[in-house]
């Protein structure tokens, strides 16, 4: 059984470009709205926040993945080499780094701070990403 080339269903520009763009919305406008809600408020939404970013954002993600590892095992280059490590070094982010602070942020464990490291910590993620981005004009 062979797998489609889904990537060429969707260009590999559009989907970085998306991650990129909602890196950046979650950078600078999402991340620092958190301070904005209430304490009482923010369990109920950020519960609600993170189930609608996991089913809109979360198959844009595996795409990404598909794709970007599709490509360094099909045809190797230097770019694609780059592509694979910059997205692992995103995703070991998220995994190792975000989504514990959500955790925090959802049992209301060091609410102001958890979320301050949220957006700090946020950064690398955003450079990761936009990085990926930018390999398409190497």
């Known amino acids: ?9 969707i260009s590999r520009e559009s989907i970085d470009l998306t991650m990129l763009v909602f890196l950046w919305l979650v950078q600078v406008i999402i991340y620092p709205s958190f301070k904005e809600i209430s304490k009482e408020s923010i369990l109920h939404w950020h519960k609600a926040y993170q189930f609608k970013i996991c089913i809109i954002m979360g198959p844009v993600m595996l795409f990404q993945f ?3 590892t599709f490509d360094v095992i099909n045809s190797v280059s230097q770019v694609s080499i780059i592509r694979f490590l910059l997205l692992i070094a995103s995703w070991l982010l998220t995994v190792m780094v975000s989504v514990p602070l959500h955790r925090k942020i959802e049992r209301n464990e060091d609410l102001e701070n ?5 957006i700090q910590t946020n950064v690398p993620r955003t450079l ?11």
């Open 1 to 9: 059984m062979t797998f489609p080339d889904f990537s060429t269903i």
């Open 66 to 68: 598909y794709v970007i």
């Open 114 to 118: 958890s979320i301050n490291k949220l």
């Open 128 to 138: 990761t990403w936009t990085a990926i981005y930018l390999t398409h004009f190497l």
